[in-house]
T-cell receptor, first 112, second 112 residues
Framework: QQKVQQSPESLSVPEGGMASLNCTSSDRNFQYFWWYRQHSGEGPKALMSIFSDGDKKEGRFTAHLNKASLHVSLHIRDSQPSDSALYFCAVNPSSGSWQLIFGSGTQLTVMP | DTTVKQNPRYKLARVGKPVNLICSQTMNHDTMYWYQKKPNQAPKLLLFYYDKILNREADTFEKFQSSRPNNSFCSLYIGSAGLEYSAMYLC???????????FGKGTRLTVV
């Protein structure tokens, strides 16, 4: 069974700072990495997906994928208190798979 | 409207009694999922419907049932609740595989 490991478990950054979250897959046969964000009382919501080596930027959020090491990171620049949430990394394990395998999440707190 | 609705938000059940959770989506998505989320753990896929075809994970095959009477609705049924079923249950939907999955806010089930 493929595993998805996230680190750190929790992270605190000051408002305006940079938050960096990490994720590693145990299985080379993946199609996409996803980042989901869950605010308290809400369901997880997709932030972005990445499947090619390198960076993908969407506003203040940048994902970086290294396929060789099966590692993806999420960097949030100019962090805002509204970014405080639980961030999940998830993997589609193979082509045409409906399964989305999640990590256990990183709790981000942005301090005003 | 990109919402998935779940009812109820909170449910209290007695050990040994049945539990039925309801989910709906109006996005005409062909796939609907049920995930189980326990504190400090990754969301775990229990089962999913692709159109009318039910797919259940091997390790939860006998514990959960589901029905999808039409494209918009999906239920999760526990025949005899045990204490270990206490968790957040997240319903989700998507159009096809390897695409964004939209989650509801969840139903928090407490079994006593």
């Amino acid at each position: 069974q493929q595993k998805v490991q996230q680190s750190p478990e929790s992270l605190s950054v000051p408002e305006g700072g940079m938050a960096s979250l990490n994720c590693t897959s145990s299985d080379r046969n993946f199609q996409y990495f996803w980042w989901y964000r869950q605010h308290s009382g809400e369901g997880p919501k997709a932030l972005m997906s990445i499947f090619s080596d390198g960076d993908k930027k969407e506003g203040r959020f940048t994902a970086h994928l290294n396929k060789a090491s099966l590692h993806v990171s999420l960097h949030i620049r100019d962090s805002q208190p509204s970014d405080s949430a639980l961030y999940f990394c998830a993997v589609n394990p193979s082509s045409g798979s409906w399964q989305l395998i999640f990590g256990s999440g990183t709790q981000l707190t942005v301090m005003p | 409207d990109t919402t998935v609705k779940q009812n109820p938000r909170y449910k209290l059940a007695r050990v040994g009694k049945p539990v039925n959770l309801i989910c709906s989506q109006t996005m005409n998505h062909d796939t609907m999922y049920w995930y189980q989320k326990k504190p400090n753990q990754a969301p775990k896929l229990l089962l999913f419907y692709y159109d009318k075809i039910l797919n259940r994970e091997a390790d939860t095959f006998e514990k959960f049932q589901s029905s999808r009477p039409n494209n918009s609705f999906c239920s999760l049924y526990i025949g005899s609740a045990g204490l270990e079923y206490s968790a957040m249950y997240l319903c989700a939907s998507s159009r096809g595989s390897n695409t964004e999955v939209f989650f509801g806010k969840g139903t928090r089930l407490t079994v006593v």
